[in-house]
C-alpha cells in the first residue's frame, strides 16, 4: 500500500501538513496525519511509527524550531523520513540547521517546500507502483510543457 504518514510536531503544523497532503493526492498517494513530538511525547511517537512502517509507508516529518521528530523517527524505522520542516524567518532562519547536522547513522532528507515532498514521496513509491509512477512522468511532463509554452510567449 502506497501511504505516506505525516507525523506534525505540533497542531500548529497544520496547515503545512495539508499542504503536502493536498499535494499528495494529484500523484494518487494516501496520507495519514498524526501530531506527536519527539521532544514531548516520545513514546507516542515511536508507537505510531512502529504501528505505521507495517506498512512501509514513507514518513514526512513536520517539526519547526528544533527539529528532534525527524531525527528520532529515521533512526527507528527502516523506511525513508523525508523532513520537511515548516519555514521560519525568525532568528534569522537558523532553525534550519537542526534539520540539517545528524548523528552518524541517522539520515532523514530535507525537503523544504511541501509541494516538492509530496513528489519527493511520490517518487519513492513510484518505483514499485505503476500507477503513480505514470502521474509523476505525467506532472513532468506538464511542466516540461509548460516552460516551452512560456518560453514561446515571449517571442
Ligand atoms: N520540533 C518540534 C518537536 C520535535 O522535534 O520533537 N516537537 C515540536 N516541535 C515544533 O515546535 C514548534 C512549536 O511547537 P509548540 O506548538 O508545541 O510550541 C512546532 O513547529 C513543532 O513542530
Not at 53 to 66: C, L, W, Y
Request: include cysteine; proline fraction near 5%; aromatic fraction near 6%.
Amino acid at each position: 500500500m502506497s501511504k505516506a504518514v505525516i507525523i506534525m510536531g505540533s497542531k500548529g503544523d497544520l496547515e503545512w501538513a495539508q499542504r503536502i497532503s493536498e499535494s499528495l493526492t494529484k500523484f494518487d498517494v494516501e496520507s495519514v496525519l498524526y501530531v506527536a513530538s519527539a521532544h514531548k511525547v516520545p513514546l507516542e511517537c515511536y508507537n505510531i511509527i512502529k504501528e505505521e512502517e507495517k506498512n512501509n509507508p514513507v514518513f514526512i516529518t513536520i517539526a519547526g524550531m528544533s527539529n528532534a521528530l525527524s531525527g528520532f523517527s529515521d533512526a527507528q524505522t527502516h523506511c525513508p523520513v523525508i523532513a520537511c520542516p515548516p519555514s521560519s524567518s525568525s532568528f534569522a532562519g537558523s532553525d534550519i540547521y537542526s534539520s540539517l547536522r545528524m548523528p552518524s547513522g541517522v539520515a532523514p532528507l530535507v525537503i523544504l517546500s511541501p509541494e516538492n515532498a509530496a513528489l519527493a514521496t511520490a517518487k519513492i513509491f513510484g518505483i514499485s507502483n505503476e500507477n503513480i509512477r505514470q502521474k509523476v512522468v505525467e506532472f513532468q511532463e506538464k511542466q516540461r510543457q509548460k516552460l516551452k509554452e512560456d518560453n514561446a510567449s515571449l517571442s
